[in-house]
């Protein structure tokens, strides 16, 4: 069990009196274009939605690895910092995509207090096929080995240039 | 892509003027249990979230199941059926899971014009892990082999008990 | 990188003197019943492959779980264990299945030196779909936590009634 | 059900006498790099094997799409195909690999009469981390909209310079 300090992480992300970068939307995003592969789709012939996920979360990776100037593994060598696990997220659907299908995933982010909220734009040809926004808690493990909230480190906020 | 008539999907499920049974929850659900997999979950050794929507896609392919008494397969050759799309998703992660857990899977829908939202909620040991609520379409191939959506048939809302 | 004894695992199961056991076919063998979902299946109708992969690692973990008498993760904590990862497998795909198809997937293990051999028969209504046979090799970690292979523990091999 | 031809399919490559370009391997090859995710790994932090076998499907489309100039979207709508479902696979695994790895992935083709022999290698900065040999079946569908075994088209072959 994550035991997530609830109230902290539904104040509004920019709800964070005193706390430098608070609640600043990065200027900072990603972009990257994913292939959607025969396996990702169902029998309709379009993607199987929970694939759309996988590349988001894929997606999130991708936005801290540039912005850390390291992979997901090395960050978790390099920082306090055990994971960022979801909280909740939310999606429309407004376009099936297909195998063959080259799509663009943009990324940014807007930090809170132990968490940050993502919105991620999966587009084909520009025009938006997937809206999703998702909201992950950055988590450390404590002494006994269990998964816990954690501020996201000012180091982190610094690379991100919202601090 | 599937064209839907979208100010009829965004019409609340209860704003079915004239339409039999329209917005009413249906009093039929099913809940399964669903083991967790080691390949289900991630380095942090809790499960993968875009697990997470294949359990509900196939909770809510069960629930349909059992109110039709036919598998999906059976669906598309019974009935004017390509499918239930996903239009929107979204779901609360209140508590990890992890391999090895054997957890339950509530799912009970309302039904709407040509489109029904479904609700899931995943427990373990009596506690809530997970709730998601999703929205899909009821859609068919038109002549030219496209996906769109269509009223849901009076004859699977009478099995739902709806009407 | 898992630094594994290759000589020894490429011994044949049965070539293992003076070790009690020592390649004899365990009697305990499991069955488990799957449903293929929807998600599982590709834009052809029929099961996209690796989702079998899937379903054969969960079969090994319940054959285990079966025969130790607990999950996979109690095992890891009760056990001196960290996994048994692949070393190889190969399969044959006889016969394709579908959504809503509950196939039955018998399981049954040889153990070797710090390796072991398991068969799976996956079938429908009584017809083989597919068959694999998969080595896996049982891995602790060092001091430094680095997988390494060992010999499959005593105990295990009791419980499955080889010794 | 495929109704394959099992005696012709399990002729070696290279005996289709009469045949122009049976059995010749194609000088075309093809190489890509793909990120192991987060998500591919399991609580081990290395990659669930299943997510190699969706890598190697998507490595012999890329294959196909790079020979013949189109997606395989494109390849169903132009030639009388209906996929190249896998009839037995073998894969050794001799590394492991980690979420943030870019592997690269070299596949080359062989082919039979109505099928294809397909082998990928999988590696790490130069060192093979997966051996992977699969045999796939090219198929139409029939007037009954069944899957069955076809030549593999000539102007298949060609694309791939193997006649």
Redesign the interface.
Known sequence: ??PVDWKSLFEPAHARPGIPGSGRATTLSNTRVV?I???D??????I????Y??IF??ST?ALF?RALGM????TLKTYDF??F?????????L??T???DDVAVDTKVTFGHASFEIEHRLSLKGETCVECAEKRVWVVRDAAGR?KSHLVPEEVLKKFRVI
Request: hydrophobic residues 35%.
């Open positions: 069990m994550i292939r592969d025969w396996g789709c169902d029998p309709a012939g379009i199987f939605y929970p694939r996920f996988e979360d894929a990776s690895e992979t997901k593994l090395e055990a994971g696990p979801l909280v909740r997220t939310q999606a429309r659907f376009r099936p297909r195998f063959g998964l």
